[in-house]
């Protein structure tokens, strides 16, 4: 029998998301996700797509991520779909940093989960997440290829003058100190997929991607490679998100230190996990946030605001970065299903082309979709990310070929 399926995790902070693919073909045979992991109130939601069952939905603790994945494998265990298949290829996993050591997707071998490990520093929500998923991976089919799938890859095409911060540069070439960027399985898939909506070839194309979910990041995309991207050193520059400021003059770490007393591992909390929307209004999910605006809530109103103000001032940055653009595309939970964040981010751009239509700005659906008015110069468009089919994709790519 041929193997031909991959298992994809994408594991986050406190959730871990799934897919079991099979390549022949590209269908989807079972999705699932984790949530709240670490809580007392933790829920798994598991459907078996193959069989065409219904989703399953269980809460209770789950305390870990090494916990998240025996339960997971216990799901797919009961439709016939268990780690111990013959069938499966690899397990395909998303890391969020990969450094500048890996610009492709990567099988996993010790040397490879020690420089995971050396980067935690740098994405300390993210990276030992991604390590537990992987060494519980392992545990289970230490027999099969593990395949990394880095964030940082698709942004290591980023010209020296994007990627550098304008400090000292033996300082900076020490301690590895550049912008790397993240979302990047996201930003090459939904950029690939806009010059698709578009009927054009991605090298033919310039689009601004606004990958908008708990995390946040915008790229600027010229001619399928990207030339410029929102997040830094770490996930915490740039846009405004969930939990996380984004960007700040860096002195306020500084005030807060000197004159607050703070210590870094407590300005390090504060930006990354008490900042962003629910810092300034107690909310992060931005469903909640628009019913609060919706009820006339001035907290939520002025989060809102914040949000949208620091998302158009990335629109027009990227818009003269690539200097003639063809496609912005909205992508991830806030982008693809909130209305309000598109119209709002777009208003009074009309000069540049830009301009939202409210009819089909409002529609729901899962496919890519224009919501600019026919006859716009640059198309304005919601793109579906897949980052676990393109985590798939690549992970297959790389062991078939062996
Ligand atoms: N219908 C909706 N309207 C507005 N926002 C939504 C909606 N559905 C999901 N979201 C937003 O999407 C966010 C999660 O996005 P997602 O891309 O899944 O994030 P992550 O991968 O970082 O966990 C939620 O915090 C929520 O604010
Ligand atoms: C890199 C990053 O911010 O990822 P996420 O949006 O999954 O938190
Ligand atoms: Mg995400």
Redesign the pocket.
């Known amino acids: 029998m041929s193997s031909t399926r991959v298992l994809v995790l ?1 594991s ?1 902070s406190s ?1 871990v ?1 799934y897919q079991l693919l099979d390549m022949r073909g590209g269908s989807r045979l079972a999705v699932g996700l984790v949530e709240r992991i670490g809580e007392e109130t933790s829920r798994l939601k598991h459907t078996p797509l193959h069989s065409g069952g219904e989703t399953r939905e269980s809460t209770g603790p789950i305390p870990d991520h090494e916990a998240a994945l025996k339960a997971v494998s216990e799901e797919l265990t009961k439709d016939g779909l268990g780690l111990d298949s013959p069938e499966l290829a690899a397990i395909g996993h998303r890391v969020v940093h990969g450094g500048k050591s890996f610009t492709e997707p990567t099988v996993i071998d010790d040397a490879v989960l020690a420089e995971i490990e050396r980067l935690i520093p740098v994405a300390p929500l993210h990276n030992p997440a991604n390590l537990t998923g992987i060494r519980t991976a392992q545990a289970l089919r230490p027999d099969l290829p593990q395949v990394a799938v880095f964030d940082t890859a698709f942004h290591t095409t980023m010209p020296e003058a994007a990627a550098r911060y304008a400090i000292d540069v033996k300082t900076a070439d020490e301690y590895r100190v550049r912008r790397y960027g993240f979302h990047g399985t996201s930003h090459a898939y939904v950029s690939r997929a806009t010059a698709e909506l578009l009927g054009r070839a991605p090298e033919d194309v310039n689009v601004i991607v606004l990958h ?4 946040a990041s915008a790229s600027a995309v010229e001619k399928g490679r990207c030339v410029d991207t929102s997040m830094g050193l770490t996930p915490l520059e740039g846009l405004v998100m ?1 939990t996380r400021s984004g960007d700040l003059d860096p002195a306020v770490i500084f005030h807060l230190a000197r004159v607050g007393g703070l210590s870094t591992d407590e300005i390090d909390t504060l930006l990354n996990k008490r900042s962003g929307l629910i810092g300034l209004c107690g909310d ?7 019913r609060r605006v919706d009820e006339g809530d001035e907290q939520a109103r002025l989060a809102f605001d914040i949000y949208i103000h620091r998302l158009k001032k990335y629109i027009g940055a990227y818009y003269a970065v690539l200097g003639r653009v063809d496609a912005v595309a909205f992508t ?3 982008g ?3 209305a309000p ?1 598109r119209e709002a981010a777009i208003a009074g751009l009309q000069e540049l082309g830009l301009a939202v239509d409210e009819g089909l700005n409002a529609v729901r659906s899962d496919e890519p979709r224009l919501i600019s008015p026919a006859g716009s110069r640059v198309a304005v468009a919601v793109v579906p ?1 897949d980052e676990e089919l393109e985590i798939a994709t690549q992970t297959y790519a790389l062991v078939a070929r062996k």
């Open positions: 994408n986050g959730s998301k908008l979910g708990n995390g969930g992060n999910d931005m469903r909640e946030i628009r991830a939970g806030v693809e299903n909130a964040v990310t």
